[in-house]
């Protein structure tokens, strides 16, 4: 019986640059591999590109899905596939989670839960009928401090800790030599205003892409008095950002002066021209024969 693996794919260049190094040095014959890409609807369109053309490119065959809410307390998250041209691109998933759950934040991560890890699971549970599978996280070696403590309970595993040990550096002069890249700043992500970014991100953005701050607002608008049952909460309103800021405080902060986040992928595209790097090997010596498990 084939091993199987999951690669958790989330859009960005660290985990397409872990999907790759997969995809490239595991033996077919012994692994049954899904890459999954989860839609939250809240995805710069950049990400889905992004996701899109890898899968033309590298043949990745990404599983786009999307989180089914049941909106019955008791009832868990189901998923349902869509494509790069019917995934949701103006926040109804993100809407419906927020409905069923609240607004999430820093002290309830249920956004993460249910738009990713929860529908990915019941995915590969009910659509693929995995029992017994891992899941590949993208974390790198400069990250380990974020791998998760139950993972060996979880069946996760950190092919860029253990199988091609990485840093954020290694993964940029990748995607620098390659014909194509995903279209972010370092700072900007795949959630447009993701609560977990520093303050400095968030100002930055909230200046740059005013635009997008309007959903946050609208969300705040409707659900910050809302606390669902089950959800202990001390006092309304409940908002999205640290010390329960509104994307109203973050866009007010944002006009005054402050220092904004730089774009790291350029500096390694400076140290690149400075220095005379030896070509990348993608397979950090790794052949077919190694195993993440």
């Not at 017994?132 to 993208?138: E, K, L, Q, V």
């Not at 608008?221 to 669902?228: A, H, M, N, T």
């Not at 405080?249 to 790097?277: A, C, G, P, R, Y």
Request: some cysteine.
């Amino acid at each position: 019986m084939k091993k199987k693996l999951v690669i958790s794919f989330s859009g960005g260049r660290t985990s397409a640059y872990m999907t790759k190094m997969l995809l490239d040095s595991l033996d077919r014959s012994i692994y049954d591999i899904a890459v999954v890409f989860a839609n939250t609807g809240k995805e710069r369109e950049e990400t889905l590109d992004f996701v899109h053309e890898c899968d033309i490119r590298f043949g990745f065959d990404t599983i786009w899905i999307e989180a089914v809410i049941n909106p019955v307390r008791g009832e868990g998250t189901r998923a349902k596939v869509v494509d790069y041209h019917s995934a949701d691109r103006s926040g109804r998933v993100f809407e419906e989670m927020i409905k069923k759950y609240g607004i999430p934040n820093t002290s309830f991560l249920h956004c993460t839960r249910e738009l990713k890890t929860n529908a990915i699971t019941s995915y590969v549970r009910d659509q693929l009928g995995w029992k017994n599978y891992y899941t590949a996280i993208g974390i790198r070696s400069d990250e380990i401090d974020r791998i998760n403590p139950k993972r060996k309970k979880l069946r996760y595993i950190y092919p860029l800790i253990t199988m091609f040990p990485s840093t954020k550096y290694t993964v940029n002069e990748f995607w620098i030599r390659q014909e194509f890249d995903l279209r972010l700043k370092s700072y900007e992500g795949n959630c447009d205003l993701c609560y977990k970014k520093s303050d400095r991100k968030l100002l930055t953005l909230c200046r740059e892409i005013p635009d997008r701050t309007v959903w946050w607002e609208e969300m705040e608008d409707k659900y910050s008095e809302f606390i669902p049952e089950g959800r202990t909460c001390e006092k309304t309103p409940i908002r999205f950002y640290r010390k329960n800021r509104s994307i109203k405080d973050l866009v007010n902060l944002s006009k005054l002066d402050f220092v904004m986040s730089e774009d790291e992928s350029k500096i390694v595209i400076h140290e690149m021209q400075t220095s005379f790097i030896d070509d990348l090997d993608i397979s950090n010596g790794c052949s077919e024969s190694c195993e993440p498990f």
